[in-house]
């Protein structure tokens, strides 16, 4: 039997310090105009029954004496589908259409040529989207909506939502090229409702600490932030790591002393936490109108706390990436590792390797977990100035050479995931990870990390994904991540569900499943009625079955946004088969007639607005 090799993947821990570009920006395009001003920039957000629906309004002025085409760039949240994007015509606001990206294109640039108002929605690969808006009226302003859905996350009790404002700084060309105007001159409003069937405890938001937290009810929180100055976040040495994540915060800051004043340059991260002793559950929601022969499903597994300890030595290799991107990041890199040492025991072993251009291993191989080998290792970190390119598959590909097979492995990477020097194709990552007995885990820090390849690459190693905002609580989310490694795991996971007829479920492969992490499966159904879910995985090689009853309604007009974030899941499993075969027409046709169906922005499909 094969030793067990974990892999920790920690995605590029950002400083608060770091001069962060906002989302959500007006720019003349082919113009050294500066950004039209932002009026107003408004934000709902509803967090029910396993999902997320958020819209975001923003009025913009022009206040050139020149009609203007302009790009409105919004980053892409995770997991996160475009339900509807508004841009609003002689004041009546005009919905967009989903057509194949060329044929968008072109529509928009004829309607730009006539001088009619138009406006196209086009996704840049994994980093944004971005809309093009044109004509923008000399001396007028211009209105626009954006509403994306997404699952609700939740990890160990602890739920999470993120409103991304901070583009990630990894785009140089785009910083270099653009001034960010990042400041909202007239309302600003970020309400957010929360509603759970199981009981809420805290509430928290440790960036913002001036949000107005008012519990409704047991199950029911209501979170405001209106007009306020930007506040700094707390400090880690103020409270303790488990306060930082746990405590709700009920003392609020006093008005700002300008209110009408609001900078948009960072992510808005919101925790919240379940009572504590719940037991394991499994949440069904479900959508099928009246008259129609076809449901969709979302069933959501909350694991138990049934999984033990590990207790014996590994062999842990800290893998860091120092190139240039990494600056005004790399303090926090450095606290990370440090905290990530701190956890270790008497019995396990380090190793560190750096990247930039090249790998090279700083510690000399593994050397004992003592304070003084800790130490001398921060000290050649805190010494470290990041420059130069990534060339992460050296990094990796190093970090995981000569392991030793008769002591499990475990292996932190610290990157911001954005590979520009050596092997850059995302097959060639995932095929050195089918080649190691090794589980990968990721932590993805900043709105441009290359999420899509590092999502992928755990999944072929049957670890897990998670991300992290600047705005975040970090030593919170290492000590999340302790616990999955220090903890048993379930693997070769199934799940069969008898008495309904089910289609179309994904994901079509579970893997892995780690303490506290939640599991979401979605698909089609046919007819109502009792179903029984059966889960299946082996536990330190010992299988485990759980079982459970559920029921599928025959009609239910609530939750229509299920049906494009099942179109969203199928899309991305798609998408992974891509990235093993290649490119197919017939893959990539498959993809154009989901997202045309349920009106969703991909790589091959954009959402155009045209007058009527």
């Known amino acids: 039997m094969k030793q067990l090799r974990l892999i920790s993947l920690i995605v590029g821990l950002w400083v608060s310090s770091v001069t962060a570009t906002a989302a ?82 072109q529509a928009y640039e004829d309607e730009k040529q006539a001088g009619r108002e138009a406006a196209i929605t086009e ?9 093009s808006v044109s004509p923008v009226r000399a ?19 602890i739920g999470r939502y993120v409103y991304p404002l901070e583009d990630g700084g990894v785009d140089e060309h785009k910083q270099a090229f653009w001034t960010r105007n990042e400041v909202v001159e007239g309302n600003f409003s970020f309400n957010l409702t929360l509603r759970s069937g199981y009981p809420i405890d805290g509430v928290r938001l440790p960036n913002h600490p001036q949000a107005q937290v008012v519990q409704l009810s047991p199950e029911e929180w209501r979170v405001e932030l209106i007009n306020t100055a930007q506040q700094q976040a707390l400090s880690s040495d103020e409270v303790s790591a488990s306060e930082q994540l746990m405590e709700v915060v ?42 129609s022969n076809k449901g969709t499903f979302m069933m959501t597994f909350f694991p138990g706390d049934d999984l033990k300890p590990i207790n014996y030595g590994r062999d842990w290799i800290f893998i860091l990436d120092i190139s240039g991107s990494m600056q005004g990041k790399f303090a926090t890199l450095v606290e990370g590792v440090r905290q990530g040492l701190g956890k270790l025991n008497p019995e396990d072993r380090f190793r560190v390797v750096v990247f930039n251009n090249q790998a090279s291993d700083i510690s000399g191989g593994f050397v004992a977990a003592t304070q003084l080998n800790v130490d001398q290792v921060l000290r050649s ?67 441009s990390a290359n999420r899509p390849l590092l999502e992928e690459m755990t999944k072929v190693s049957e670890g897990f994904a998670d991300s992290v905002s600047n705005s975040d609580d970090i030593v919170g989310k290492i000590m999340l991540a302790a616990s999955k490694l220090s903890h048993e795991a379930m693997r070769d996971v199934e799940l069969k569900i008898d008495g309904i007829r089910v289609s179309d479920v994904t994901p079509e492969s579970i893997g892995s499943v780690y303490r506290g992490q939640q599991l ?22 010992e299988k485990r079955q759980y079982q459970t009853r559920v029921r599928f309604t025959e009609n239910s007009e609530l939750h229509p946004e299920l049906e494009r974030l099942w179109a969203y899941a199928a899309i991305a499993n798609l998408q992974d088969k891509m990235d093993y075969l290649g490119e197919t027409a017939d893959t ?23 007058r009527q």
């Open 24 to 105: 959500g920006l007006l720019t003349p395009v082919n113009s050294s105009l500066p950004e039209l001003k932002i009026r107003e920039h408004h934000v709902e957000v509803m967090v029910e029954d396993g999902f997320v629906v958020t819209s975001v309004t923003q009025e913009f002025h022009n206040p050139h004496v020149q009609d203007l085409e302009a790009i409105y760039s919004f980053p892409i949240p995770e997991k996160a589908a475009v339900g509807e994007f508004t841009y609003w015509i002689d004041g009546q606001p005009v919905h967009g259409e989903v057509l194949e990206k060329k044929e968008a294109r």
């Open 123 to 131: 996704q840049d690969d994994y980093r944004t989207f971005d809309m």
């Open 139 to 157: 001396g007028q302003g211009v209105k626009v909506r954006l509403v994306y859905i997404q699952p609700a996350f939740t990890d160990t009790g």
């Open 250 to 291: 009920h003392e609020q800051h006093a008005e700002a002393t300008n209110p009408t004043l609001t900078t948009l340059d960072r992510d808005i991260v919101l925790y919240w936490r379940h009572q504590p002793g719940l037991p394991g559950a499994v949440d069904l929601v479900t959508y099928k109108p009246e008259g």
């Open 381 to 447: 970190l805190d010494a470290t100035q990041p420059a130069n390119g990534t060339n992460l598959y050296a990094g990796l590909d190093k970090g995981l050479g000569g392991l030793n097979p008769d002591r499990p492995t475990a292996a932190v990477l610290i990157t911001d995931g954005v590979a520009n020097v050596g092997i850059t194709e995302k097959k060639q990552f995932l095929e050195l990870l089918e080649y190691v007995d090794l589980r990968l885990f990721t932590f993805i820090m900043g709105n």
């Open 520 to 541: 979401i499966v979605m698909g089609h159904y046919w007819k109502g009625g009792d179903a029984e879910v059966t889960l299946t995985a082996k536990v330190n090689g």
């Open 588 to 610: 990539q046709q498959a993809i154009v007639d989901i997202a045309k169906e349920y009106g969703l922005v991909t790589n091959f499909t954009s959402m155009v607005v045209m």
